[in-house]
């Protein structure tokens, strides 16, 4: 560390301004102080990441080229694994694929949790074959995106498919042009039409069916009982409690990050979190002609944008989902800022 290394970008003093206000909620909740313990554990987290300039040789693409090769691994092994025990089915919906048949071996016993993982490390697979220049090298990351996606498909966790096309559409946007865009367009567009010849009937039953899965009984659970909270919200740390949907289901959480937020942190809350997630995309932005990295922290906080509008939860926690999706490219976005202010002079 140097003197510089505490040099701030006005995105810090964006973070800074909701790390103060979520700081100062969970001060106020009554919660023993739990959320005020994980908001400075995700400040450590962002120090590490985005403040504290790395020592030595800290490369992302190794720790990703590291990441990937090992999650399509263990992908592999859960469906081979599932499949010679005879419990890997092919039919649409007939399997919900969240562990490897070995106990606490890549076991997430719940599908979203399993799909969003895998989701983050498919997009992670993504960039490096955009980037790579050698035939081997991309045939090896097409290999582990394959093995991924093929696994992140029998999960049948629609987060997981929204963000992986999000995430996956911003980066063939940001990372190639020309006829490399037009050769991965085309025949993409070509799945996509026989998707929707041959599974008509499967996306009619998403769509018609399933629908939003009783979330929007959820989310007038969270208005009403967020009633005079408007503002500043029940509280960090707070539970939605049991609400029970017209179809006998208890539900616990919100299902939909931004309406975790608006309940414990209220308006003001969630204005500072749009916020940052904002003004770190228009960072990401501007950074993607010179830093590549930027292009997958902006594939990965747009996918998040997306996805929070339906799913994931525990906003203020120990790490999980969000950590991954949400505060590593905040912070990512976080040190690209601090490199580009240093730049500048």
Known sequence: MSRRSFAISPLVCT???LFAYLFINSVMADDDLKSMRRILLILVFFVGVGLVRPIGNFDWEKILKLSVLVVALFAAFSM????AHGAFVLGYRQMLLASSGVPDVADFGNTIVAGMNYGLFLLGGIWLTLRSRRRTEIALWLVCCAVIAIYIYFTFARSAWLASSVGGLVLLSTMTSGKLRRNILIPAAVIVALVLVFGFSELAYEVQTRGVTGRNEVWAAVFERLSGHWWFGVGAGTPLGDVRLSTGQVVRNTHGLYFEVLYQFGVVGLALLLATMLHAGACLLRARQTSELARLWLAILC??????????????GSPNVVWEWLWLPLAGAVAI???ARRAEG
Do not use: K
């Open 337 to 339: 800022s601090r490199e």
């Open 303 to 316: 996918s998040a944008g997306v996805v929070m509008t339906v799913e994931l939860h525990t906003f203020v």
């Open 80 to 83: 081979i694994n599932l499949a």
């Open 15 to 17: 973070v800074l301004l």
